[in-house]
T-cell receptor
Framework: DAGVIQSPRHEVTEMGQEVTLRCKPISGHNSLFWYRQTMMRGLELLIYFNNNVPIDDSGMPEDRFSAKMPNASFSTLKIQPSEPRDSAVYFC??????????????FGPGTRLTVT | GESVGLHLPTLSVQEGDNSIINCAYSNSASDYFIWYKQESGKGPQFIIDIRSNMDKRQGQRVTVLLNKTVKHLSLQIAATQPGDSAVYFCAESYGQNFVFGPGTRLSVLP
C-alpha cells in the first residue's frame, strides 16, 4: 500500500494567493483528517470527514480555510487568500473505523507551506 | 521581536538505556490511547495502543502503561537506539472526541 499521499510536498506562495493542498487516503479507509503543525501551536486538528461527510470542522481557523471530500479517495484543503501566518506543515491522515473517534490514524508525509 | 514557541519537554537518554516518556491525559472518560512517533520531516506514526480495560501492553521494545486513577500514560522504550530520536505524542479518545498531547522530544545521546 502506498500509504496516504499528499501533494504538493512543498509550496511557496505569496500572500493573497490561493493555495490548494491535496490528499489521497489509504484505500478502504473511511475517515480522513486534516492537521496543521507549527512550532508555535504544535499539532492542531483542522477538520475530519467520515464517509466523505465533514464531522467536525471546529478547528478550521477562519473562513479563508475550506475543505472538501468529493469522494472516498480524494480531499482538498484550500486557503484563500493565504497569509504569512498560514505557514506550517499540513498533514492529512486517514483511518478505518467508526465515525469520529481516535483510532489508528495513518499520516501522510505532509505539505510544507510557506507564505511570503 | 521575540518569538514564543511551543516548548516541548525534552528527554535525553544515553544509547542503550531505557527511556520513559510520560503523558497526563485530560478526560477521565477516555477509553482508548495511542502513542505516536514523529521523526524529523515526517508525519506521526502509530507505535502502540492501549484500551482502558488494560493497564499494560507490550510491543517490540516498547511498553505502554496506563494508570486511570491519576490519568497517566507512559511509554517505555527498552535499549534506546539512535533511531528512537523523535517527538512522541500521546493521544486519547472517547467516542467521537480525541485529543493529541503536545509531545515530548526524545534525544538519544551516543
Amino acid at each position: 500500500d502506498a500509504g496516504v499521499i499528499q501533494s504538493p510536498r512543498h509550496e511557496v506562495t505569496e500572500m493573497g494567493q490561493e493555495v490548494t493542498l491535496r490528499c489521497k487516503p489509504i484505500s478502504g479507509h473511511n475517515s480522513l483528517f486534516w492537521y496543521r503543525q507549527t512550532m508555535m501551536r504544535g499539532l492542531e486538528l483542522l477538520i475530519y470527514f467520515n464517509n466523505n461527510v465533514p464531522i467536525d470542522d471546529s478547528g478550521m481557523p477562519e473562513d479563508r480555510f475550506s475543505a472538501k471530500m468529493p469522494n472516498a479517495s480524494f480531499s482538498t484543503l484550500k486557503i484563500q487568500p493565504s497569509e504569512p501566518r498560514d505557514s506550517a506543515v499540513y498533514f492529512c491522515a486517514s483511518s478505518f473505523g467508526l465515525a469520529g473517534g481516535l483510532i489508528e490514524q495513518y499520516f501522510g508525509p505532509g505539505t510544507r507551506l510557506t507564505v511570503t | 521581536g521575540e518569538s514564543v514557541g511551543l516548548h516541548l519537554p525534552t528527554l535525553s537518554v544515553q544509547e542503550g538505556d531505557n527511556s520513559i516518556i510520560n503523558c497526563a491525559y485530560s478526560n477521565s472518560a477516555s477509553d482508548y490511547f495511542i502513542w505516536y512517533k514523529q521523526e524529523s520531516g515526517k508525519g506521526p506514526q502509530f507505535i502502540i495502543d492501549i484500551r482502558s480495560n488494560m493497564d499494560k501492553r507490550q510491543g517490540q521494545r516498547v511498553t505502554v502503561l496506563l494508570n486511570k486513577t491519576v490519568k497517566h500514560l507512559s511509554l517505555q522504550i527498552a535499549a534506546t537506539q539512535p533511531g528512537d530520536s523523535a517527538v512522541y505524542f500521546c493521544a486519547e479518545s472517547y467516542g467521537q472526541n480525541f485529543v493529541f498531547g503536545p509531545g515530548t522530544r526524545l534525544s538519544v545521546l551516543p
